[in-house]
């Protein structure tokens, strides 16, 4: 599978624009640490997932900020960071 970065610029943005839409121009963490598959256990699905390890929203939410804001230089790891955020917005917000 192949997927255009355009493509998926568009799509997030009318992700984004349907939340809004419906009010939601915030979105509020209560809880802040969840699970995580080690990366390299993520893809072998035919396989109990082992090792686990914990992530923390807020950890994630600061470095974007801070690359955001030009503190830090964007890097790609990023989007993990944001995946984690845009999880826990998706599946809290059902809308």
Do not use: C
């Not at 997932?49 to 807020?58: E, H, K, N, R, Y």
């Amino acid at each position: 599978m192949k997927i255009k970065i355009a493509e998926l610029r568009h799509v997030t943005n009318r992700l984004f624009d349907h939340l809004e839409q419906r009010g939601h121009l915030e979105v509020e963490f209560p809880e802040d640490f969840y699970w995580n598959i080690p990366e390299e256990r993520l893809y072998l699905v035919y396989e109990e997932p082992a090792d686990f390890t914990m992530g923390q929203l807020s950890d994630d939410w600061t470095e974007l900020q801070q690359m955001g804001s030009g503190q830090k230089s964007p890097v790609s790891y990023g989007l993990v960071w944001l995946s984690s955020l845009l999880r826990r917005i998706g599946s809290k917000i059902i809308a």
